[in-house]
């Protein structure tokens, strides 16, 4: 069983940065793509940003060029670095870890974001 915990989040201004955290117990050897997730007030849950393990990113076109997602796989931790950020980006963030193609996916707990002046 693989537990993730996140953390980073916060209230920023606009322009701001922020760095989110998500840091994975257990193991996490069948694990082959690692996200971000996020959901705003009566949204969806929307794909912000993935990274394979050879390293391929995929970002949602809302967020190209500001937000970089990021591993590192023997700390069992991914990041995501938050820059000009914008009030549309408020949300609960989410991480996600899974085996693609399989049922094996877990989330975590959700970190809040406000970007507010």
């Known amino acids: 069983q693989v537990q993730l915990v996140e953390s980073g989040g916060g209230l920023v201004q606009p322009g701001g940065s922020l760095r989110l955290s998500c840091a994975a117990s257990?193991?996490?050897?069948?694990?082959?793509?690692m996200g971000w997730y996020r959901q705003g007030p009566a949204n969806a849950r929307d794909m912000v940003a993935l990274?394979?393990?050879?390293?391929?990113?995929n970002y949602a076109d809302s967020v190209k060029g500001r937000f970089t997602i990021s591993r590192n796989i023997a700390k069992k931790t991914v990041y995501l670095q938050m820059d000009s950020l914008k009030p549309d980006d408020t949300a609960v963030y989410y991480c996600?870890?899974?085996?693609?193609?399989?049922?094996?996916?877990?989330w975590g707990q959700g970190t809040q974001v406000t970007v507010s002046s």
């Open positions: 990274i394979s393990p050879s390293g391929l990113t």
């Open positions: 257990g193991s996490i050897d069948s694990i082959n793509v």
């Open positions: 996600n870890f899974r085996r693609a193609g399989s049922a094996t996916n877990y």
